[in-house]
């Protein structure tokens, strides 16, 4: 609900109620007279108020559709043709080379874009810093098992790719990962009614050959879903594991 300020009284009770008016600004608000910017992910929390969830577009500089060709190319056949029946997509591929980790997973950001596994369960990488990553989505009927609650795999998969993410971020241009375990606990049912949720996944230790994540998966006022841990196998991008 966007309210025009000459109707803020109105709505805010500051003056008497006019059920006309009230009912006219339900209504979907003008898009030309919107502006869209990037904020930090955190802002999607009530507990996070500081002036940094401003400056989220800093960090999405260097990604601007601009001067993205500089480090992605976008040619027509990055993404397959829906009508096609698969979405094709390697960053490995697609960026160009010299950029570690945390550099190809802001480039990510910074795209728009998503890997067809997160099109199809509606979730996004939202952040993502040394050792960090944030994914975000609302689980919807579509993730619904027969028990009429959201299917866990919903929650295992944002902390898989949160907890992956994380991994990702401190990675080399020359290194890769490959996930060897995931351990998952579910603390609490998610329902179509729970509304924007974040797993939240960083690093416990990141060593030579192997890495460890730990990630929550929380709403918006911080109440725990599901908690997870991965541990991954870390290697040369050359020498991939059989």
């Given amino acids: ?6 109707n803020y009284g109105n709505w805010l009770g500051e003056e008497e109620a006019n059920p006309v008016r009230l009912l006219q600004m339900l209504k979907p608000f003008p898009a030309d007279a919107m502006t869209a910017f990037p ?9 996070n108020d500081d002036a940094a969830l401003l400056d989220f577009e800093q960090k999405l500089n260097r990604f601007r559709p601009s001067d993205r060709a500089a480090f992605w190319p976008m040619t027509p056949d990055c993404i397959a043709p829906r009508s096609s029946g698969s979405i094709r997509m390697n960053i490995f591929e697609e960026l ?16 728009g874009r998503r890997p067809p596994m997160a099109e199809t369960l509606e979730f996004d990488l939202v952040e993502a810093r040394d050792g960090n ?4 989505g609302i689980p919807s009927q579509r993730a619904y098992n027969f028990l009429d609650i959201v299917h ?23 290194q890769a990962f490959a996930t060897l375990e995931l351990k998952i606990a579910f603390h609490r049912a998610l329902t179509r009614d729970t509304g924007l949720v974040r797993a939240e996944a960083q690093i416990v230790s990141f060593g030579r050959r192997v890495a460890y994540a730990e990630g929550r998966l929380v709403d918006g006022i911080g109440r725990l879903y599901a908690s997870a841990s991965v541990t991954a196998l870390v290697f040369d991008r050359d020498a991939k594991p059989v």
């Fill in 1 to 6: 609900m966007i309210v025009a300020p000459e």
């Fill in 39 to 47: 904020v930090d992910a955190r802002v999607g929390n009530v507990k």
């Fill in 96 to 111: 160009k080379p010299g950029l570690c980790g945390l550099e190809q997973l802001l480039a990510l950001i910074g795209s």
């Fill in 133 to 136: 990553a944030v994914f975000a």
């Fill in 152 to 174: 866990g795999g919903y929650a295992a998969t944002l902390l898989d790719s949160a907890c992956g993410c994380a991994i990702h971020s401190k990675l080399s241009a020359v």
